[in-house]
């Protein structure tokens, strides 16, 4: 410009017009990189060109903005001067998009954008840290950003030059990713795409089977035979075998983009995580809470950026989203297996990848989790259409996954959504949430008992808790995991979508519910498990409506053909006790009162409102305790524990006093259920007062410091292993029996139940179990029993014998029950007479209670003398009158059609109670299918009566005689 148009204010109040701008900006960018000309305004030296441009982009928005606000601001038409301005600015922002973009195109335009690419991505690592000043920002509006700008310049230009710019930016920003472990790695941060669709050849992974390993050193030029034979050697020797095969867990976060910027989190291996947690045994619990929120933050804001990459991705276009949901599929796929308890590393991708994905995909879901009328469009059928799901839900091959029912096909199954995109993100992330959350849940449970323990075992021994390196390790690890295993967010978006999906699956029809994949029933599970034990005010302020009813629906007869898995039915009973069981039962954990009932109902426990729990939950429950068996020696008494638990709260509400008097009506359901219950008591009870006086002896031991120095280490080992084992034991099995004996005293007080208790099959063994129960508890002075803190076990002798008691006194009066005492060999008179003593001198039972269990001894003694009459006639009885099995008169024999063999209905009712298979050939047998043996029992009754006519005469005579 000459000096007339650089100082002439009648020609522009800034001394120069907008034809200039171009030629001072190419002058400003023909600057030799090393000339003190550069010293502008903005400065952005790790931007170079591209930074320098943007910030001038970004400076004359906002000029013009300001501007246009005091135009307004003054309406009086005046400013023709700032008009002029105002384009100028506008001009300015126009030209450094066009000269960004030719600098990107050709690099060597400029010398100062030689490596104009580099400067673009290290001006886009700049989004995470500061926004606001970041070229991705801007604040004219929608898509008004200068890289946005530029993207658009550059495609209108040339797609094929747009596409290389953008791959170039991608590969930079990749590169100095994979150069990152964790978040808080310089570098590690996510990036935006423009809107266009964009090349995405590294987005996606690649090479089905080829497996990656580090390149092999090659021998030294010139060497011998000799030499490259040793050379070779010592190769194999020292190379790795792992290496990962491309197309896995290890490949996808290696290879793609997604899966380099999803695999960054917080690891709790990573030296500056576990540092960060040193000495966490002798610090403040707030200190470690503050660096806990400070790595929460971090992951979050890192999540934050994988959400809107992800979102950008996703709405970039038809193409780019197809790829996307590719990359997805291969991330499940490639991880079916992250959810074994111990995965192999080289196999699978790393907790934080498949963390940070089920965020990713909570995300794409929230639309329609909070909102009913979408969640609508989930389409059950996607689960059986392998073209949708890309064998994510295959229903054969050895990556299968379990559906709630059996025999399930996909043939058949139309898949035609309303919406594709929807049914595809729910079911991902379901997948997702059971290869992440599910599995760390576990693990960090696992964390959690191995610190208790290690401080347990640390105070054993006597040691300093607060500077012991193995607790301050273990510490370290669950702190760790706490970052995001007790997230407020990504936590409570979980129990959102869980509660959504029990939704889903309550309102589709039974042939579609059979074909629901089971882990989305088991997983719910298991988070709110663990939500109730160590995460509990995060439930507070959430809707578990739907699957409060989903559960009870599942539990119920017309559905328990439906779920066959016995262990997934169990899991359903303990959800309902952890969390919908009210805050005034027995044992509550710190689960907030809210989450149990239903402000629908006016804040009624969810328990006692819901019409179907009314109807089918206490038969349920009854069914259920009889089915636990199947699911492990441990596993069962904490399951019945919590049953038995429930049932007593259903017990006392007047709802669900109809759906008691119900139960009767299923003789089958009930034995299954009494039977459980006797077998229980029988085992259990007898191994508490085992063990209890083994973990009294050891802590006298304990208590002893010279007698237990005096002990060899290996000694106290083994004294100390089996002691723990002892204890474990108590604490899992005395709560069971506890809870069984107050539920046969509440149940009993219906006479209907008590008539079932009362079936032949069923008197005997109950009979013999409340005597051996009381024979270990007043025959071998259980009540004298004394151990240290006896309430960490649970241990309460004087209650235990009171609900005995009860339950004596209420069996008390039936002639039945008098009779099989009599016939058990644990009674004897003694026992009695000592119980009733007891009871009285305790105060354990009062008024017509009391009167019933004296009078109980005296009835028994008439019984046991009739008995033993009865035997006499027995004692040269045909074999064909004798139970084969137990060498006992039969009552009611019956024909056993699969062998052909006769046999007492008890004795075989009570056998097809604990195993379904005929005792003779171990052939399928059920109870209806057993015959009554007519002619034979015809053929007893006569030979009975005969029996009984010739004792009556001889006794006749022997009185005649004696007269």
């Known amino acids: 410009m000459d000096d007339e148009e650089v100082t002439s204010a009648s020609k522009c109040p800034t001394g120069f017009q907008v034809r200039h701008i171009a030629e001072i900006l190419a002058a400003r960018l023909s600057l030799d990189p090393n000339s003190n000309s550069l010293r502008t305004t903005p400065m952005q030296p790790a931007g170079g060109l591209v930074g320098y441009l943007g910030g001038c982009y970004k400076r004359a928005g906002e000029e013009w903005k300001e501007i246009r606000n005091g135009m307004e601001r003054r309406k009086d038409g005046s400013g023709g001067g700032e008009e002029e301005l105002c384009e100028i600015l506008e001009e300015i922002r126009k030209q450094v998009v066009s000269y960004a973009a030719s600098s990107l195109m050709v690099p060597d335009l400029f010398e100062l954008g030689n490596d104009s690419t580099l400067q673009l991505a290290k001006c886009l690592t700049t989004t995470s840290t500061d926004p606001i000043s970041s070229i991705t920002f801007d604040g004219m509006g929608k898509n008004s950003s200068f890289y946005y700008a530029v993207c658009e310049e550059l495609y209108s230009q040339d797609v094929d030059a747009f596409n290389t710019v953008i791959g170039d930016v991608a590969g930079c920003i990749t590169k100095g990713l994979s150069k990152c ?41 010139g060497a011998t035979p000799q030499q490259i034979q040793l050379f070779n050697m010592m190769q194999n020797m020292s190379r790795t075998r792992a290496g990962y095969l491309r197309r896995s867990g290890p490949g996808l976060e290696k290879e793609t983009v997604l899966g380099l910027v999803l695999r960054l989190g917080v690891p709790e291996s ?18 470690i809470a503050q660096s806990i929120d400070s790595f929460r933050r971090q992951l979050e804001l890192h999540q934050n950026k994988c959400n809107e990459l992800v979102k950008q991705l996703v709405i970039a276009g038809e193409e780019s989203r197809k790829r996307v949901i590719h990359w997805f599929t291969d991330a499940l796929l490639v991880n079916v297996n992250a959810g074994a308890q111990r995965p192999d590393r080289t196999k699978v991708s790393s907790p934080e990848l498949l963390l940070n994905l089920s ?13 009913t009328k979408k969640s609508l469009l989930v389409d059950p059928g996607f689960v059986s259409s392998p073209e949708s799901h890309g064998g994510v839900y295959a229903l054969t091959g050895n990556d299968n996954l379990p559906r709630l029912g059996e025999n399930v096909s996909d043939e058949g199954v139309e898949y035609n959504p309303k919406n594709s995109f929807i049914p595809l993100c729910f079911f991902f992330c379901s997948r997702s949430l059971s290869l992440s959350i599910v599995p760390e849940s576990s693990s960090y449970e696992s964390i959690n008992y191995h610190a208790r323990r290690t401080a347990w075992s640390i105070q054993q021994q006597n040691g300093d808790l607060r500077s012991d390196p193995r607790l301050n390790q273990v510490l370290a690890m669950q702190y760790a995991k706490e970052i995001y295993m007790m997230s407020p967010s990504y936590i409570t978006d979980i129990f959102r979508f869980y509660n959504m999906a029990a939704g889903v699956m309550l309102r589709i029809d039974k042939a579609q519910l059979t074909a629901m994949p089971e882990h989305i029933v088991t997983d719910f599970c298991a988070v709110l498990n663990y939500a109730s034990e160590f995460t509990p005010k995060l439930l507070s302020g959430i809707d578990f409506a739907d699957i409060f009813r989903l559960t009870v629906k599942l539990l119920s007869r017309e559905y328990a053909h439906l779920v066959r898995n016995y262990n997934l039915r169990a899991k359903l009973g303990d959800l309902i006790h952890d969390i919908f069981l009210p805050g005034t039962s027995d044992d509550r954990s710190d689960v907030p009162d809210s989450v149990a009932c239903d402000p629908l109902a006016g804040g009624q426990p969810y328990l006692t409102s819901d019409k179907l729990a009314q109807e089918t939950l206490a038969p349920s429950l009854l069914l259920l305790y009889g089915e636990v068996e199947h699911t492990g020696f441990y596993e069962k008494n904490g399951h019945r524990t919590k049953i038995a638990k429930m049932l007593k709260y259903l017990w006392g509400s007047p709802e669900h006093k109809a759906a008691f008097k119900r139960i009767t009506e299923d003789k089958e359901s009930f034995r299954k259920f009494a039977n459980g219950i006797v077998n229980e008591m029988n085992s259990q009870f007898a191994s508490v007062m085992e063990r209890l006086p083994a973990i009294r002896t050891v802590q006298l031991q304990m208590a002893n410091p010279q007698e237990w120095a005096a002990l060899s280490e290996e000694d106290r080992e083994t004294i100390t292993s089996r002691h723990e084992e002892n204890e474990r034991s108590i604490k899992q099995v005395l709560p069971l029996c506890n809870s069984v004996m107050k539920m046969l005293g509440f149940l009993n007080t219906d006479k209907d139940i008590r008539d079932m208790f009362l079936l032949p099959d069923m008197c005997p063994r109950l009979a013999n179990m409340l005597l051996h129960v009381l024979t270990k508890l007043v025959g071998s002075r259980g009540l004298d029993l004394k151990v240290n803190n006896p309430e960490t076990y649970n241990f309460r002798p004087k209650e235990m014998l009171q609900d005995l008691c009860v339950v004596f006194s209420s069996f008390a009066a039936a002639d039945e029950f008098q009779v099989e005492c009599a016939k058990s060999g644990y009674y004897t008179p003694d026992l009695m007479n000592k119980s009733v003593k007891t009871c009285r001198k305790l105060g354990l039972l009062v008024g017509e209670s009391m009167e019933l269990f004296a009078e109980l001894a005296s009835k028994v003694e008439e019984a046991s003398k009739i008995m033993t009459s009865d035997e006499d006639l027995y004692e040269d009885a045909p074999d064909e009158f004798m139970d084969p099995l137990l060498s006992e008169f039969m009552n009611d024999p019956v024909l056993l059609p699969t062998s052909g063999n006769i046999v007492d209905r008890k004795t075989i009712t009570q056998h097809l109670l604990n195993d379904s298979m005929d005792p003779f050939n171990r052939k399928e047998l059920k109870l209806e299918d057993v015959v009554p043996a007519v002619e034979l029992k015809a053929k007893m009754d006569a030979w009975l009566a005969a029996k009984r006519e010739s004792e009556g005469q001889d006794q006749l005579e022997i009185e005649c005689n004696l007269a």
Do not use: M, Y
């Not at 795409?193 to 690649?206: C, P, Y």
């Not at 965020?359 to 909102?371: M, Q, T, W």
């Open 181 to 221: 472990d964790t978040i808080l790695d310089e570098g590690a941060v996510a990036f935006r795409w423009s809107g266009r669709e964009q090349s995405l050849s590294d987005l996606g992974s690649s090479g089905a089977g080829e497996r990656v390993t580090p390149p092999i050193p090659q021998p030294p030029a």
């Open 270 to 287: 990573h030296p500056s995580v576990s540092q960060s947690f040193s000495n966490a045994a002798s610090r403040p619990r707030k200190d």
């Open 359 to 371: 965020v990713v995909l909570l995300k794409l879901c929230e639309p329609f989790f909070n909102d």
